[in-house]
């Protein structure tokens, strides 16, 4: 099993600015394609943005392009994702997810799940 444990989530202002971290535990943190997840109250889970093992491709909803940059340390068993420009719309809880190689864009696809960290963004 892969444990992964997000934080950074918080209460923020419209237009401001969070980074989350998702923090892996293994040695095989490298071999794993990582995302990101969000779920708000009374909607499905939602791809957020995902990266590939190695780090130098990454994938964006459109929803996100443009304000989140997703990026990771392999030499920290480290995910992280920088929310920048953040919206109300942007109010859910975040999930950190793990698969085997390579990355996916459905929720479906991923093996491991972190807790989840509340991301909430006033007007």
């Known amino acids: 099993q892969v444990q992964l444990v997000e934080s950074g989530g918080g209460l923020v202002q419209a237009g401001g600015s969070l980074r989350l971290s998702c923090a892996a535990s293994g040695r095989t943190f490298s071999s794993y394609g990582m995302a990101w997840f969000r779920q708000a109250p009374g909607k499905e889970r939602e791809f957020v943005a995902a990266?590939?093992?190695?780090?130098?491709?990454?994938y964006y909803a459109d929803s996100v392009k443009g304000r989140f940059t997703i990026s990771r340390d392999n030499t920290k068993n480290t995910v992280y994702l920088q929310m920048n420009s953040l919206r109300p719309e942007d109010t859910a809880v975040y999930y950190c997810a793990a698969r085997p190689g390579p990355v996916a864009g459905v929720s479906t696809e991923y093996d491991y799940w972190g807790q989840g960290t509340q991301v909430t963004v006033s007007s």
């Open positions: 990266i590939i093992r190695s780090g130098y491709s990454t």
